[in-house]
DNA sequence: CCCTCAAACTAACACTTGTTAGTTAGCGTT
DNA sequence: AACGCTAACTAACAAGTGTTAGTTTGAGGG
């Protein structure tokens, strides 16, 4: 259990805030009386406000770039490789609740990291529609625009980092179970 | 064909502006030089920055209540009830492009309105998983926490104004068609 | 020709913003 | 005792914030 350095404190703190109000919304005052210390303090640990929103972001784009990359190097079923990635999904939003907010609703407010970031997503979205676009000419899946088939399961991913504070108890495993079946298999009997 | 009034041809840009960059990040000056004019001179039309929010979300968070409404009175079965429902979403996403992003992400920026703005979501919310809940009940749909089923559904239909935009041709009834597949029969064969 | 009115303007306000500079206090090591 | 390091502080700045007051412009109707 590695001990949280005072600057990671910070961006722990940031991204709450960032995911009530939004990132523009936030003042260094706002954090820094959520930190108990005075606004020019943080600037011993940080370097800016921009620059809190990069690691913020940018770390977990990251994250979801690896876990891809593993998805697409197995030898998995098309099915078994949308299973694994609502897993990838579930299991980083339930670490990251709060920098998920940061990374779907302020990635627009990068600046020198913003290209980097799209070039990341664009990548992770063209493999998503790949692995589906695979599955439906293998017969694995049903001939439906895969487009929307990646677009209702994104969305339904990306904002899991809204739902998963309401639940009580959360197991991830039954969550993610759940969500394969309600996104693979329909809702209907 | 109505013709648009200076006051809301200003209301509808800031929704454009919202969309772009969120509510706190647009500055009365953005908008006026988006409306060719001095930031003062929008005075003239509008109250206040906080006003300009106001309308955007309460008009489309009523128009979703009101739609509830009428698909809550229908005597259809519980898929009809949720294929009217996608539909509804389709329309109003497709018609307000740039407020359903205020809606999403700046809601919590309002002020006077806020808690009026809960209780119709909430409200919504409860409509539609009474929805779900009786489709289980009565065989309709498969026995899966109707919890996960709503969120699956309402985040994938909340995020429809990021997509649309995206398709060159847009047929609102080929769409609704598509969600309904994809949400309700699922994706695999 | 004058009046009205919508819609723009300039100038200014009080306050907030992110950030910098320079300083101080406490603590462990030499 | 002196040093260096961490982490806080006060004070300040220049730019930007939403908004108000008062004024000007131009078009249309009596």
Redesign the pocket.
Known sequence: MKQE???EEIIRVAAKLFKEKGY?????????TA?????????????????ILNTIIISIAEEFTQGMKLVQDSKLSCIEKLKQIVALHVKIASENIYGMASLNNDWMHLETQLNYYLSLRDNYEKDFLSIIQQGIESSELKEVNPEIIMFSMLTTLRSLYIWIPKKEELNVNDLANNLNKVLIHGINI
């Open positions: 350095t005072r600057k523009s919304a936030v003042t260094m005052r706002d954090l820094a930190m108990g210390i005075k606004a020019a303090s943080l600037y011993n640990h940080i370097n800016s406000k921009q620059d």
